[in-house]
T-cell receptor
Framework: DGGITQSPKYLFRKEGQNVTLSCEQN?????MYWYRQDPGQGLRLIYY???????QKGDIAEGYSVSREKKESFPLTVTSAQKNPTAFYLC????????????????FGEGSWLTVV | DAKTTQPNSMESNEEEPVHLPCNHS???????IHWYRQLPSQGPEYVIH???SNVNNRMASLAIAEDRKSSTLILHRATLRDAAVYYC??????????????FGTGTLLAVQP
């Protein structure tokens, strides 16, 4: 089935460690996104990528890094510079920035829970 | 990006219709109104979207005010599986825009059996 796969579902990080969250999609979408969600809050955009080898900072990019070497993959690294990384992380994708938004539904993965121990 | 305002929470009884309101007084002419919902510990899923006319699909209906400053998501017969957080979002229709979604805190819908 087509969709977005995030892994791992649950991840524990020690203070000072970098961790990488995986996001893979087989929808042939050009655009991919990473959001962060804190308990009881809405989603906040971390990074987004409209095409391979290109990505842009979202609203809360500090302490995070991404890469987009392949169309289907958009991994997110939570670095030690991110002081409060415990949250629910969501990866998403959509067809293309050049498609009118009326037909440009965004699809989300199941999310990854990151906890600092 | 234009903002939306939604009630923090609403309650409904099973099998009854639910009307979820959204205010977007600063909406621009090219903004589409999108609704997504998020079940506990899952990613949001698309529900419906529209520009000016009312819209229907298998999940819900979207009623848009004539001045487009507000809209209402209608679930015709609520089920327990409809209990979720519902987000009302505006998206610019220009192809050159980032197409990023700006989420508020949404409306938490509780459905009572």
């Amino acid at each position: 089935d087509g969709g977005i796969t995030q892994s791992p579902k649950y991840l524990f990080r020690k203070e000072g460690q970098n961790v990488t969250l995986s996001c893979e999609q087989n929808l042939n979408h050009d655009a991919m996104y990473w959001y962060r969600q804190d308990p009881g809050q809405g989603l906040r955009l971390i990074y987004y990528s409209q095409i391979v080898n290109d990505f842009q900072k979202g609203d809360i990019a500090e302490g995070y890094s991404v890469s987009r070497e392949k169309k289907e993959s958009f991994p997110l690294t939570v670095t030690s510079a991110q002081k409060n990384p415990t949250a629910f992380y969501l990866c998403a994708s959509s067809l293309s920035r050049w498609v009118r938004s009326s037909g440009n539904t965004i699809y989300f993965g199941e999310g990854s829970w990151l906890t600092v121990v | 990006d234009a903002k939306t305002t939604q009630p923090n929470s609403m309650e409904s009884n099973e099998e009854e219709p639910v009307h979820l309101p959204c205010n977007h007084s600063t909406i621009s002419g090219t903004d589409y109104i999108h609704w997504y919902r998020q079940l506990p510990s899952q990613g949001p899923e698309y529900v419906i979207h529209g520009l000016t006319s009312n819209v229907n699909n298998r999940m819900a209906s979207l009623a848009i005010a004539e001045d487009r400053k507000s809209s209402t998501l209608i679930l015709h017969r609520a089920t327990l599986r409809d209990a979720a957080v519902y987000y009302c979002i505006l998206r610019d229709d220009y192809g050159g825009a980032t197409n990023k979604l700006i989420f508020g805190t949404g409306t938490l819908l509780a459905v009572q059996p």
